[in-house]
Each structure stands twice: as C-alpha cells, then as structure tokens.
C-alpha cells in the first residue's frame, strides 16, 4: 500500500493537534485560576498530580499493543483529549479539576507511547534510512511549526482574556485529529495482530543496550527541556539580560527546529546514528558551557552571546530529534517493538518530571551550577552512545537485511 495514503492524513492529524496544544499551552495554568478561580498553587499541584498518575499508560501500552493497531490507539487518545477538554467548562472545583487533568494527561500519554509506532510502520521493505530518518524529521517539523502557530494565537488568548473559546477551540483540534485518522488506512497486516508479542517486558530488563540507550536519551530529553525550564529564570534572574530577550530567544529555537530537521539529517547522513547523537551531545555540552560562562560576560556583548549560544543549543536538538525516534524503532526487536517504542517515551516524561527540580535545586547553589552539571551529566551520557554505537549499529544493519516486512505495519 502506497506510504503517501498514510502520511498524508497523519501528518495532517499531527499538525491539528499540536496547533491546538500550542494554542492552549500559554493557558494551561492561567485558565483554572482566571475562569475556574482557583489558587495557582493548587492548580500546579493537581496538574502534577494528574501527570504522575499517567505514568503507568506506557507500560500498559506495551503490554497490550500487540492486539490493537497503532493508529487505533493514536485515535483513542485524541477522543480521550478531546473528551477531557470538553469537560474543562465544568471543572471548577479541585477534584473535577484533577479528574479532566487526568484524562488529558492518560491521553497524551497514551498518544506519544504510540504515535511513533505508527510512524515506524510507514516503512518499507528494504527502506534506506535516509528515507527513515526524513520521515522521522518531517515529523518533528510538523510538530514544531504548528506548535509554534498554536503559541503565537496562544499569546492573543491570553492578551484578550478568551480562555473559555481557547478550550473549545482545542477540544475540536483533538476531535478533528481524531476523524482524520479515521483516513489513515489500516495495513491487513495489522488484522491479526492479535498475536503475543513474544519475550515480554522481562526479555527487555535483559536488553543492556537497549536500556543504555533509554537512560542517555533521559539524559539528551533533559537537554532539550531544560531551554524552556531554566533560560527564562536564568535570564531574568542571574543576568543583566533584557526581559524582552526571553520570547526572540525562544522563538528563534522554535523557528529553527521547525524548518532545519531535514537539513540536519542530510547533514550528519555519514554518521551511525548513534554517532549522530554523539555529536548532538557533544553540541549540547558546548551550549551548557557556553550559558555558565554567560555570569562573566559584560553586558554590552551579552546578548549577541547568548544568541550565539543558542545556535549550540538549535544544532543539537535538530540532530537528536529524528535521529533518536529513528534509532529506537531500529533498536527494538522486530517482534516487540510497538512495546520497545511505548517505554521509550518514559525518557520524555522522566525529563520532564526531573527537569523542574534539577534547575531549582542546582540554582539555588549559584547560577552557572544547573548549567556546568547539566554539561558533566551531558559528557557521560555522550561517551556511553559512542561506545554504543557497535551493539546498536549492528542492530539497526540486522533489521535491514530481514527488512519491516518482520514487523507488524500499523
């Protein structure tokens, strides 16, 4: 079956969505103490409350993805998302607030444990990983752009106050995704995918390199968080920086990571992949480095500076991000990848939960400390992928001789 008939429709259901999540992130706090009225530090503790409670969804996926397609269990999550949305008009008390957190939080959850699935199975018999790793890129680009479309009407939201039409608004977004991904066409492959998926999570406990490779993406998904976690309070609090540098500053990344994907794929095309995420690290060490260093620099130059820094930052995200969604599909055993791929994503929500901490603790001993620790934590986890580079290769090489034909095509 023509690859074109399933990403048409996907990367259109993609760009919905994340225009839509884009839009409502700016409000994702402020909606709950402007409409709902309650106090911002309940509302921190209950969307971090609805969070934790979500962490399960991986390992359940994993567990029960052999018997539903991929594409099904994308589509389920936006209904849930959707779903969740609609019932924020009416959650104006803490634990009606905790229960449509929850909701929302099990759906994303459930959509990034297995949306790559779906974009795995895209490939085909024999692909050239060129060809894999474009797709990978064009993925994130779309992710990317349309973020970045949902964030700048996200600032109007909040400009004029229309938080209540902002949810709505995002609740079509999901249940649009969701009936286009009714047009994606199911592979006959995937009617009997029913069958047990083989080894199960005890077979993956035993799988060192695999696990490796978790534990350093941790790592690497930490890097890449930790822009929009620590360079506002850096900026703001430790430097002589203009206030107004925070949204050009984070803009720009955006920008760059929605257009430079597929350039960097070309770019790195000579390396393993592992050796690709390698050389992110090694630009993700510099930026951290760079940003510690930034204490010291005179105000006058500070800002040319930190923009310079930035391209460090911008080079290594656009490198690790189709690099590392490619290598784990290549890395995970053809049988039980839709498993391998569902507790991958634990290396975003870890980063994610860590993050925060990490920054705060860390600062609080002295401004350039989150940035030169990040940098040490960065150089280990890059060494450990160069010397992963032989086990993973040689997986990766494995699964192209039998070719995706093994796999089961969601």
């Known amino acids: 079956?023509?690859?074109?008939?399933?990403?048409?429709?996907?990367?259109?259901?993609?760009?919905?969505?994340?225009?839509?999540?884009?839009?409502?992130?700016?409000?994702?706090?402020?909606?709950?103490?402007?409409?709902?009225?309650?106090?911002?530090?309940?509302?921190?503790?209950?969307?971090?409350a609805a969070g934790l409670a979500s962490l399960p969804v991986p390992l359940i996926v994993g567990h029960v993805a052999h018997r539903f397609p991929a594409v099904d269990r994308v589509l389920l999550a936006q209904i849930l998302q959707g779903a969740a949305f609609l019932a924020y008009g009416g959650a104006h008390h803490p634990a009606a607030v905790l229960?449509?957190?929850?909701?929302?939080?099990?759906?994303?959850?459930?959509?990034?444990?297995?949306?790559f699935s779906v974009?795995?199975?895209?490939?085909?018999p024999g692909e050239d990983r060129q060809r894999t790793d474009r797709r990978y890129a064009l993925t994130g680009m779309i992710q990317m752009a349309s973020t970045g479309v949902g964030i700048l009407a996200g600032g109007l939201v909040v400009t004029y106050g229309?938080?209540?039409?902002?949810?709505?608004?995002?609740?079509?977004?999901?249940?649009?995704s969701a009936l286009l991904?009714?047009?994606?066409?199911?592979?006959?492959?995937?009617?009997?995918?029913?069958?047990?998926?083989?080894g199960g999570y005890r077979e993956m406990l035993r799988d060192r390199p695999y696990?490796?490779?978790?534990?350093?993406?941790?790592?690497?998904?930490?890097?890449?968080?930790?822009?929009?976690?620590?360079v506002p309070v850096y900026l703001v609090d430790a430097l002589p920086a203009p206030h107004w540098l925070v949204g050009p500053l984070l803009a720009a990344n955006t920008v760059l990571l929605a257009t430079g994907q597929a350039l960097a794929v070309r770019l790195v095309r000579p390396l393993s992949r592992p050796r690709g995420l390698a050389l992110a690290g090694v630009l993700w060490v510099v930026w951290a480095l760079v940003y510690a260093g930034?204490?010291?620099?005179?105000?006058?130059?500070?800002?040319?500076?930190?923009?310079?820094?930035?391209?460090?930052?911008?080079a290594a995200d656009l490198i690790h991000a189709p690099l590392s969604n490619a290598l784990s599909a290549a890395a995970a055993p053809p049988a039980q990848r839709d498993r391998y791929l569902a507790v991958y994503q634990y290396c975003f929500a870890f980063a994610?939960?860590?993050?925060?901490?990490?920054?705060?603790?860390?600062?609080?001993?002295?401004?350039?400390?989150?940035?030169?620790?990040?940098?040490?934590?960065?150089?280990?986890?890059?060494?450990?992928?160069?010397?992963?580079?032989?086990?993973?290769?040689?997986?990766?090489?494995?699964?192209?001789?039998?070719?995706?034909?093994?796999d089961t095509l969601s």
């Open 181 to 198: 991904l009714l047009f994606v066409p199911r592979d006959p492959a995937a009617a009997g995918a029913g069958r047990p998926a083989g």
């Open 294 to 314: 930034a204490v010291r620099v005179p105000g006058a130059v500070l800002v040319p500076y930190l923009m310079v820094g930035l391209i460090f930052f911008a």
């Open 352 to 406: 994610n939960i860590l993050a925060p901490t990490f920054f705060t603790a860390l600062h609080a001993r002295g401004p350039a400390v989150p940035w030169l620790v990040l940098a040490a934590v960065t150089a280990v986890a890059t060494v450990i992928i160069h010397l992963l580079d032989t086990p993973l290769t040689a997986r990766e090489n494995t699964g192209r001789t039998m070719g995706p034909a093994a």
């Open 1 to 48: 079956m023509p690859a074109r008939r399933r990403v048409v429709p996907l990367a259109c259901a993609l760009a919905v969505d994340m225009a839509g999540s884009g839009l409502f992130l700016p409000v994702s706090l402020l909606y709950f103490t402007e409409v709902a009225g309650l106090p911002l530090g309940t509302v921190g503790l209950l969307l971090s």
């Open 211 to 230: 696990l490796m490779l978790i534990a350093v993406n941790t790592v690497f998904a930490l890097c890449s968080v930790f822009i929009g976690v620590a």
């Open 99 to 115: 229960a449509v957190a929850m909701l929302a939080s099990i759906g994303q959850r459930l959509f990034w444990s297995s949306f």
């Open 119 to 124: 974009v795995a199975g895209l490939a085909e």
């Open 162 to 176: 229309w938080y209540q039409p902002a949810v709505w608004l995002n609740a079509g977004t999901f249940l649009v």
